[in-house]
């Protein structure tokens, strides 16, 4: 005889629901600390922080903070700002509408890791800790304090998943680490931002402005900076703080006024590029900027083709090669196979038309394909470009672009007796070459702008994002999938080349080498395609900033020597990992990565 028994359940405990911080310390006395932390980074950054000018940026002046001080003084008087906005003080709500405590503690843990950063940086290359003056001690002790305080606002804690008896221990290893993300993501986690009150229309002008002017400073500063250390610094500062803004809601409020007044926008981002060039004492970054121009031009264009119609191209950069190529043989170089030398309008339209032409012949026969499929076919494409332009040397083939050597010597251009080679002096500043180059490249940019904007408010703009989102939905709705592709990859193609005709007389000399899938310097087609989907998919913003990034980390990581591809490579995929929809994307993608935000009230054609 047998007897069935039942194993009695295990005994579960009630998920504590009561708010608590990560350390134990009491509400109140972590946010005075927090906040008394931050105003007392503020104050270190005028101490001296080491006794001898051998580390970069002088940090033993007292008064005046120089280097990475002052990246610790933003970071600590962000850290304050909030402090005092989570008490709640009336003139300061309207910049938390989303809440305070988490900006509070991304803007301390940014601050700390600075601090600390520049604390260790000092005492490796100076030989240790003795060679710290007080102010190092201070900010040290500041910035921890400040980030404790943070830590031990309270949050709700997410109810914990509860280990199975029979796993394994790398299975309860594995739980405890999800366990643990939730509860870090809950630290950081904010609330729904609260409505603002409407503002008169001058006020958003003013906030419109005041956002340009602060990006034209973080983007000058950045190019800038001088040393690795300062670098590091900078994007460390940089990342923690738009990270803090965000979490506040204040970047979705700007955001909000933004839209409101695209134009306004629109133009006062132009206005705010093309003061860049007056900040600068000489030609010397100006020569990254009309290069991050280029790029971000290109990047502009991909996005019509990969993030508004969705077709994968990894190709692209042959489009800009063909422009390029245009450009220089019509230039009146004396490497060109023909003798003619148009001038700038008219080598622009041609060399725009021709990438075109190419874009269509490239298209047709391939855009019926889907996925990886279309991917491989314009991978193969690209490579073709390059071989056949490195063949055409008179030896492998007809003599026609010169081969390897490229075609050299391209002069620079001449437009109504403006001398893009030669100085000039605006208003007292002197513009030299690479400053002029600039200006033009903002101007096509400009142009690109335009030209993305109105065809994705379009008819075809609309089809091509039913085609993204669903190609066999659109086809049974009537669109014709062949041509609206087809018209997406040739104005795609159209604007790279465009761009290219200015990359010709830039680098003085167009080679096969410029044009690879991909390489260590951009533009290329792997870097551009990056830029894209880093920015954001399908918007205007997010492709020019990820190009500027992908442009300026790279030649700011060269201390890495070898291991600098590995540290860029890293950094991407932690990005993709934690923010997959892009630094700046639209409602709608995001929508789709994030199922648990808050849905828009309205959304654009564009999902914008």
């Keep these: 005889m047998t007897t069935n028994t039942t194993a009695s359940p295990a005994p579960t405990t009630k998920h504590d629901t009561t708010p608590r911080g990560l350390v134990g310390i009491p509400e109140n006395i972590g946010r005075a600390l927090a906040t008394g932390g931050g105003v007392l980074a503020v104050i270190s950054a005028f101490l001296s922080w080491t006794w001898t000018a051998a580390f970069p940026g002088n940090l033993t002046v007292y008064g005046y903070p120089g280097g990475l001080q002052v990246l610790v003084l933003i970071g600590g008087a962000l850290t304050a700002l909030f402090g005092l906005a989570s008490y ?44 710290l003056e007080p102010g190092g001690y201070v900010v040290a002790v500041a910035t921890l304090v400040a980030l404790l305080g943070a ?133 010397q970054y100006a020569t990254i900027g009309v290069y991050i121009l280029i790029f971000a031009t290109v990047a502009l264009g991909l996005n019509i083709v990969v993030g508004l119609a969705g077709l994968l191209d990894l190709g692209y950069v042959a489009f800009l090669g063909v422009g390029a190529y245009t450009a220089a043989m019509v230039s009146g170089s004396p490497s060109s196979p023909f003798d003619i030398h148009l001038p700038f309008w008219a080598s622009a339209i041609l060399g725009a038309a021709v990438a075109m032409i190419f874009g269509v012949i490239i298209g047709a026969p391939t855009l019926r394909l889907r996925g990886d499929y279309l991917a491989i076919v314009t991978l193969g494409f690209g490579e073709i470009f390059r071989i056949a332009v490195l063949n055409m040397d008179g030896t492998s083939g007809p003599d026609i672009t010169n081969g390897s050597n490229g075609i050299s010597s391209i002069p620079n251009l001449n437009i109504l007796g403006f001398d893009f080679g030669q100085e000039h002096t605006i208003a007292g500043f002197t513009i030299a070459r690479f400053a002029n180059y600039f200006f033009l490249m903002l101007f096509i940019t400009l142009v690109v702008v335009i030209v993305f904007r109105r065809s994705s408010d379009s008819r075809i703009g609309r089809a091509w994002i039913a085609i993204r989102e669903d190609e066999t939905a659109a086809l049974a709705m009537g669109i014709n999938g062949f041509r609206v592709k087809l018209i997406a990859f040739a104005l795609g193609a159209a604007l790279a080349g465009l761009a290219g005709t200015v990359q010709a007389h830039v680098t003085y000399t167009v080679t096969p080498e410029q044009y690879q899938f991909a390489a260590v310097v951009p533009p290329n087609s ?18 020019l900033v990820g190009a500027a990034l992908l442009y300026l980390i790279p030649a700011k990581l060269q201390f890495l020597d070898d291991y600098q591809l590995f540290a860029f490579g890293l950094a991407l995929v932690l990005l993709m990992r934690f923010r997959p929809e892009g630094l700046i994307p639209n409602r709608r993608r995001q929508l789709e990565f994030h199922e648990d935000a808050e849905a828009p009230t309205v959304l654009s054609k564009a999902g914008a």
């Design 526 to 543: 792997a870097f551009l395609l990056a830029a894209v989907v880093l920015g954001g998919m399908g918007t205007i913003s997010g492709p």
């Design 151 to 283: 830590l031990a606002l309270p949050f709700t804690r997410p109810e914990p998943e509860i280990a199975d008896p029979e796993d394994t221990a790398w299975e309860n290893l594995q739980l405890g680490g999800r366990n643990t993300w939730a509860v870090t993501k809950a630290c950081f986690a904010t609330g729904t931002a609260t409505p603002a009150r409407a503002l008169p229309a001058y006020a958003e002008i003013l906030i419109i402005i005041a956002a340009m002017a602060l990006g034209l400073i973080v983007f000058t500063y950045g190019i800038g900076t001088e040393y690795d250390e300062l670098f590091v610094g900078f994007m460390l500062t940089a990342g923690f703080g738009f990270a803090a803004i965000a979490k506040a809601g204040l970047a979705g409020r700007v955001s909000a006024v933004t839209t409101k007044h695209r134009t306004i926008t629109m133009t006062g981002a132009f206005v705010a590029a093309a003061a860049f060039p007056f900040t600068q004492s000489d030609d």
């Design 88 to 131: 709640g003080i009336k003139g300061l709500r309207w910049l938390v509408p989303a809440g305070a405590d988490s900006a509070l503690k991304l803007a301390a843990l940014g601050t700390f890791v600075t601090a600390w950063f520049t604390i260790i940086a000092i005492s490796v290359q100076l030989g240790g800790l003795a060679n």
